[in-house]
């Protein structure tokens, strides 16, 4: 089973940015890939998606200020955050997304801490 580490995160002031990286232990190749986050107390969110064409989906919540992308050559997916907010705290995972009924394929990471400061 394809193992996914994130990093990146990490704590910054509002309006700052951020990358996170997402690296898979097997080939990404045909899937995609998609962000998520869950914040403390809440739900883990879907926040952007990306095909193996590069066409790319987002939250309404981070439409704007983020952008996924990926290299298939090197595993990765990564995730660069603008104009970061407060809301944006939360821990941020990756995983790939059945083609159909778009659940999340694998085993879920260690994921990566984002902390925005007011």
């Known amino acids: 089973q394809v193992q996914l580490v994130e990093s990146g995160g990490g704590l910054v002031q509002a309006g700052g940015s951020l990358r996170l990286s997402c690296a898979a232990s097997g080939s990404i190749f045909g899937v995609t890939m998609g962000w998520y986050r869950q914040a403390p107390g809440k739900q883990r969110e879907l926040v952007a998606t990306?095909?193996?064409?590069?066409?790319?989906n987002y939250a309404d919540s981070v439409k704007g200020r983020f952008t996924i992308s990926r290299d298939n050559a090197k595993n990765t997916v990564y995730l660069q955050m603008n104009s970061l907010k407060p809301e944006d705290t939360a821990v941020y995972y990756c995983?790939?997304?059945?083609?159909?009924?778009?659940?999340?394929?694998?085993?879920w990471g260690q994921g990566t801490q984002v902390t925005v400061s007011s």
């Open positions: 990306i095909t193996n064409t590069d066409t790319s």
């Open positions: 995983n790939g997304l059945h083609p159909t009924t778009r659940q999340p394929l694998g085993s």
